[in-house]
Structures are given as structure tokens and as C-alpha cells.
């Protein structure tokens, strides 16, 4: 059973930087993409950004371009989310994902693992 652990989220003021890990395991972890979606009360889950586990070629929503970076580190099974800048529209419940299928896909369905999500919120 493959499992995503998310850490780093919590409370930091509009400008701030905050760097969210995923911690992936299983007996046989075999992602083809990960990604970071976010998801806010009362919004559907949305994607922020992807990337392809062989390559590392990224995708980001247009809302975080510049200021996000998604990265991975193949030996340790691990996501990261860097976010720079911080908003307070980026106040949300961030959840890491894996897909078996598909390397770059924006939609969450095309995920067949999740995370439990950690709370990011942005004050003013």
C-alpha cells in the first residue's frame, strides 16, 4: 500500500515562505507524476503544480507561476513544494498526490494516491 505524508504546512503572514515535503512509501512505489492540489472551504480541489518523476519536467497553475517551485528527490521518495510570496488566496489545505499513470496531468482524478493534506494558512 503506498502512502503520502505531508509536512510543513501552518500559519505565516502575506510574504512569507513556507516549503511543504511529501514523504513517499510502499512496498513498491512506482509514481510516473506527483503533484501538489490544494483545496480552500467551500472550493473544489484544485491542481497547483506537477512534475514528472523521470525527467522533472514541471507544470505549474497560473495563480503560482514564479512564485512556487515543485521538486523531487528520487532516492528519498520525496516531493517538495517551495512557495514564495505567499497570499493570503493561498490559504488552503494542500495535498500531495501520485499517479501511476499519468506523468503532467492537472486533474485530480487521473491520481490514484493522496495524501492527508496539511493546513496552510496566509494572514494579511
Known amino acids: 500500500q503506498v502512502q503520502l505524508v505531508e509536512s510543513g504546512g501552518g500559519l505565516v503572514h502575506t510574504g512569507d515562505s513556507l516549503t511543504l515535503a511529501c514523504a513517499a512509501s510502499g512496498p513498491t512505489f512506482r509514481a510516473r507524476g506527483m503533484g501538489w492540489f490544494r483545496q480552500a472551504p467551500g472550493l473544489e480541489r484544485q491542481y497547483v503544480a506537477v512534475i514528472s518523476w523521470i525527467g522533472g519536467n514541471t507544470y505549474y497553475e497560473d495563480s503560482v507561476k514564479d512564485r512556487f517551485t515543485i521538486s523531487r528527490d528520487d532516492a528519498k521518495n520525496m516531493l517538495y513544494l517551495e512557495m514564495n510570496n505567499l497570499k493570503p488566496e493561498d490559504s488552503a489545505v494542500y495535498y500531495c498526490?501520485?499517479?501511476?499513470?499519468?506523468?503532467?496531468?492537472?486533474?485530480?482524478?487521473?491520481?490514484?494516491?493522496w495524501g492527508q493534506g496539511t493546513q496552510v494558512t496566509v494572514s494579511t
Open positions: 498526490a501520485a499517479s501511476t499513470q499519468f506523468t503532467l496531468s492537472p486533474i485530480s482524478k487521473n491520481y490514484d494516491y
